[in-house]
């Protein structure tokens, strides 16, 4: 994954305004071009189309009023001044979910970055969001920016061995290069594997992960749990897996192990479409 064209997708919260800020400076050290867009909901607009049967001149007044608001409030709330990083606008409108993944890829983004909303553990088991939409159907590499977190320095991508393992890595490992930062791996072994057979296929594991990450964490228990663990013991920035996309919303809880790792992870994550 080389940076040139980040964009980010915002709001007026908190977390857009950390997404915000997080996408500048990786715009920074990578040298990539930036692009805040935010995706406006059409029932948000009073009156779409309605008060002289034309939805096109409706529209555009609306894009360019939510445009001139989503500028004043990057400018007053959100951007220091003399970030340094050239800054483009845009908008959408529509479902959010769907939008944000349409415009990144019409502008054929390398990254698209989001914030991460905190939620209570049972509000975790519930998922329908505008984070878990996107998820579920970007073809871009997705950064879920953790509320608070700092640069990226460290990163842990957690792999597999197998063949899309191997894309996952790379793509990690690219955009590791683009920002600077280090990276480490991690592999788990299914619990259920035989304890007899665990040394033999922890090497071989190793051996496969290990020409392009010399560093490789190989851990045995429940995937998730596992992962986690790796994420606090060695203190990463970012936790990177690959994700299969579509799938409805729903209840996290016994669904994918990237989905889950999506919604529990303590840190920001990179979400590689496989």
């Given at each position: 994954m080389n940076l040139r064209h980040i964009v980010v997708a915002t709001d007026e919260s908190d977390a857009g305004r950390h997404a915000?800020?997080?996408g500048l400076e990786l715009a920074a050290r990578a040298a990539a071009r930036l692009t805040?867009?935010?995706?406006v909901s059409v029932r948000a607009i009073p009156l779409l189309g309605a008060m002289a049967g034309d939805a096109d001149a409706t529209?555009?007044?609306g894009a360019g009023?939510?445009?001139e608001r989503l500028q004043?409030?990057?400018e007053v709330d959100v951007i220091p001044t003399g970030a340094g990083v050239p800054v483009g606008l845009g908008i959408a409108f529509g479902v959010p979910g769907v939008e944000i993944c349409r415009f990144a890829e019409q502008c054929e983004a390398d990254l698209l970055v989001l914030g991460r909303k905190q939620r209570s553990p049972l509000a975790r088991l519930l998922v329908g969001d505008t984070a878990d939409a996107v998820i579920r159907r970007s073809s871009v590499p997705c950064l879920f920016v953790q509320p608070g977190s700092g640069p990226i320095r460290e990163m842990l991508v957690a792999l597999d061995g197998t063949e899309q393992g191997m894309h996952v890595s790379a793509a990690t490992r690219g955009f590791a290069r683009s920002v600077g930062a280090a990276m480490r791996v991690v592999t788990v072994e299914?619990?259920?594997a035989s304890p007899a057979l665990m040394p033999a296929v922890a090497l071989t594991r190793s051996i496969r992960l290990q020409p392009e990450n010399p560093e490789v964490a190989v851990r045995r228990g429940s995937v998730v749990r596992e992962i986690l663990a790796e994420v606090v013991e060695s203190r990463t920035d970012v936790l990177a897996f690959g994700y299969h996309r579509s799938g409805p919303p729903g209840i996290i809880e016994g669904s994918s192990t990237a989905r889950q790792l999506a919604h529990t992870a303590p840190v920001s994550v990179l979400a590689i479409p496989l």
């Open positions: 915000v800020r997080a805040v867009m935010r995706a529209e555009l007044d009023a939510a445009l004043r409030w990057l299914d619990q259920e």
